[in-house]
């Protein structure tokens, strides 16, 4: 049987691909299905439109979706179902990013849009949020997300043992 998607990550154009690669690597760590789609409300706009459309028909419970420039890929999916909507404003040469953003985060009331940071962060925290979202209502992954955060927090005290370590030895 084919895997259900339960996230679905669509970008705006595959140049989106190299920074989605973090929402897919923080899916794959916490075994949650996904797919990665290149659909884009500008390009492709009637494909935007059946995708969205149809998600929650397939199985798929939470979108994450990003676009960069005049970025309105996660807002037109947002217009188009109830599913819940991530949207990752990407990095762009010109503007850095915050064209995307604002064109992300500013959707008017009624059609929300959970907008991340810009860029990797951004995309990271995406698939963070997903799982966060999906652990609500599974104690698996719930558990194997708060293991998740110690370990990041002993990372971070190990690195600062090591820093002073270091000092101490100058
Ligand atoms: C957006 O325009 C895409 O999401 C991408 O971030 C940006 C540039 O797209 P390309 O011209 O590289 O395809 O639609």
Avoid: C
């Avoid at 995307?100 to 008017?108: A, E, F, N, R, Y």
Wanted: hydrophobic share 50%; net charge positive; proline share 4%.
């Amino acid at each position: 049987m084919k895997n259900v998607p339960v996230v679905s990550i669509v970008m705006g154009s595959s140049s989106d691909a190299e920074t989605f690669q973090e929402t897919a690597a923080v899916l794959k760590r916490f075994a949650i299905s996904h797919e990665l789609r290149v659909i884009s409300a500008h390009r492709t706009p009637e494909a935007a439109r059946e995708y969205a459309l149809t998600a929650r028909s397939r199985g798929v419970k939470i979108i994450i979706a990003g676009a960069g420039k005049a970025a309105h890929l996660a807002g037109v999916m947002a217009s188009l179902t109830t599913l819940p909507i991530i949207g990752v404003p990407m990095t762009t040469s010109d503007l850095g990013g915050l064209d995307s953003l604002l064109s992300t985060v500013q959707m008017p009331g009624g059609i929300p849009v959970a907008t991340v940071a810009i860029g990797k962060a951004g995309a990271k925290n995406a698939g963070l949020l997903a799982v966060a979202i999906l652990a609500l209502e599974n104690k698996d992954i719930e558990a194997r997300l708060a293991a998740y955060r110690e370990q990041m927090t002993a990372d971070v005290i190990k690195a600062d043992r090591e820093m002073q370590a270091r000092a101490g030895g100058a």
